[in-house]
Structures are given as structure tokens and as C-alpha cells.
């Protein structure tokens, strides 16, 4: 299995949207709606931010949203907080009873 | 609140076995849930690797499944993650998290333990 590609970096500055991509392929990203983002601050653990493509665990604010189209997944910060500066990584189920992370991307808010 | 905990020794010499503990509270891990283990070298991105059921079932990341064994302790509340072989390369943040049973993410997450690899 290999990893899900992920762009390295994406910015944006306070109150803009920004979109992160996590491409796989028809044996995980696009096979299954499993696929979960983690939003990670530096030295802390991963959050769980959205689930199932699309789903926004209690708690997350409704300015993060999922969405997939084929093998691509994407993840939408809309209304750019400072604090929402973070390392974002996304994961799928790869069939088998495997699970494959993206290389995860470098959030920069301007 | 689910809360985890990791432990385990921070420094392990090569060719040895790395054994972590992670303690969970505020849930029984005799659950319908799995329990895992993911990690993330310094600097790196996160890996998982692997599941286990309460009943013991377990599930590894295939290029991982010749070293690794995780086990669980209900009475204590514990799961266990165990690494032999290791090299430079297995230093990493380790973390032990819930994953849902039906589907494939991880809702809490313990705190993370560095454990690094040199003699």
C-alpha cells in the first residue's frame, strides 16, 4: 500500500477559504467512504476533524468540510483563523483491514 | 472522558524490542471498539500500525507485520505495542488511540510518547 499524496504546503490569509487535497486510488480513497482528516498543532497529538468523507465530529466548527469526487478527497477551512494553522493529514481505509495516511500538508495562515 | 495514556522506556539500543504500554480510562476497552497504534518520526508524517480487537483480533500495516505485536490486558485496562528489531528508523512519537468499530477513524488520542532508537 502506499501512501495518500497530499500537497506539502497550502496558505491562505484570515477569513479566506482554503482546499487540501489527499489523492489515492480505487482501492482506498475511492473504494470506501472512509476517509478522515486529522488537524495536528505543533508537539500535540492529531484531532479527528472530519470522518466518513464528509462528517464533522461534535465540537469542530462548521467552517471545516469534507468532500470527495473519484479518488480524490479534499478538505475545506472556510473563514481562515489564525489557530487554524496546523499540520492536516488525511487517511483511508485501504481494504484487507489496512489504513494508509497522507504525507500531510503544512497549513500556513498569511 | 475517554483519556489514554502511553509509557514506556524512551530510549531503546538497535536490534532490540520496543515495548510500550497504553493505559485507558473512562472507557472499557472490553468494548466494541479497536484500539491502535500510530506513529510519527520527528519531523515526519503519522503511520499506522495496526488495530486490535478486545477479543484479541488483531490487524497490522503489512510492511510492519513481521515485528510488530500488540496485545490487551482487559483486566487492566491496557493495550500493549511491542517492536523488535528496531533500527534508527523506528525513533518516533509513538500514540495509542480509539478507532470506531465500523469505521476506520481514530476519535481520541493519548498524548504520545518519543521513543528513541541509538546505543
Known amino acids: 500500500q502506499s501512501a495518500l499524496t497530499q500537497p506539502p504546503s497550502a496558505s491562505g490569509s484570515p477569513g479566506q477559504s482554503v482546499t487540501i487535497s489527499c489523492t489515492g486510488t480505487?482501492?482506498?480513497?475511492?473504494?470506501?467512504?472512509?476517509v478522515s482528516w486529522y488537524q495536528q498543532h505543533p508537539g500535540k497529538a492529531p484531532k479527528l476533524t472530519i470522518y466518513e468523507d464528509t462528517k464533522r465530529p461534535s465540537g469542530v466548527p462548521d467552517r471545516f468540510s469534507g468532500s470527495k469526487s473519484g479518488n480524490t478527497a479534499s478538505l475545506t477551512v472556510s473563514g481562515l483563523q489564525a489557530e487554524d494553522e496546523a499540520d492536516y493529514y488525511c487517511t483511508s481505509y485501504a481494504g484487507s483491514n489496512n489504513l494508509v495516511f497522507g504525507g500531510g500538508t503544512k497549513l500556513t495562515v498569511l | 472522558q475517554v483519556q489514554l495514556q502511553e509509557s514506556g522506556p524512551g530510549l531503546v539500543k538497535p536490534s532490540e524490542t520496543l515495548s510500550l504500554t497504553c493505559g485507558v480510562s473512562?472507557?472499557?476497552?472490553?468494548?466494541?471498539?479497536?484500539w491502535g497504534w500510530i506513529r510519527q518520526p520527528p519531523g515526519k508524517g503519522l503511520e499506522w500500525i495496526g488495530n486490535i480487537y478486545h477479543t484479541g483480533a488483531t490487524y497490522y500495516n503489512p510492511s510492519l507485520k513481521s515485528r510488530v505485536t500488540i496485545s490487551v490486558d482487559t483486566s487492566k485496562n491496557q493495550l500493549s505495542l511491542k517492536l523488535s528489531s528496531v533500527t534508527a528508523a523506528d525513533t518516533a512519537v509513538y500514540y495509542c488511540?480509539?478507532?470506531?468499530?465500523?469505521?476506520?477513524?481514530?476519535?481520541?488520542w493519548g498524548q504520545g510518547t518519543l521513543v528513541t532508537v541509538s546505543s
Open positions: 480505487s482501492s482506498d480513497v475511492g473504494g470506501y467512504n472512509s
Open positions: 473512562g472507557y472499557s476497552i472490553n468494548s466494541a471498539y479497536f
Open positions: 488511540a480509539r478507532r470506531n468499530y465500523v469505521s476506520y477513524y481514530f476519535d481520541y
